[in-house]
């Protein structure tokens, strides 16, 4: 069963109604309960929660969170005096545009805009 169809589920029975039937519960089935209505909704918020966060691991780069290669490090580079933009290099390597950009920083290839994440001079 997917997530989609146990939201659907749990919903009906949170409304007191039959899910394959979209009939009402009789008054006196146990889902006309409050405690139960409550944990019912409860149980709704964390399988929409748990649906959001696969949606999002979906939406991922297929390579985010993977080490990156000498070999892909260079190829980055070379792609950048190439002059390809961040969303071409992105796209050929299967990550995400910030993590090319961090990556590029971190190699010296490109300079933030903003202050140094880390000054100089930490302590004296």
């Not at 990550?95 to 290839?109: C, D, T, W």
């Not at 300079?111 to 000054?119: D, G, R």
Request: hydrophobic share 45%; charged share 25%.
């Amino acid at each position: 069963m997917d997530i989609a169809e146990a939201l659907r589920i749990t919903h009906a029975l949170a409304d007191g109604l039959n899910p394959a039937t979209g009939e009402p519960c009789a008054s006196d089935a146990v889902l006309r309960d409050a405690q139960v209505a409550i944990a019912l909704h409860r149980a709704i918020g964390a399988l929409e929660s748990l649906a959001e966060r696969e949606k999002a691991r979906l939406a991922q780069a297929a390579n985010a969170g993977r080490y990156w290669s000498k070999p892909e490090d260079a190829q980055v580079c070379e792609e950048l005096r190439q002059g390809l933009d961040f969303q071409q290099i992105a796209k050929k390597h299967n990550r995400s545009v910030p993590s090319i950009v961090a990556r590029l920083i971190k190699l010296g290839k490109i300079v933030p805009k903003s202050a140094p994440l880390f000054p100089e001079k930490v302590a004296s």
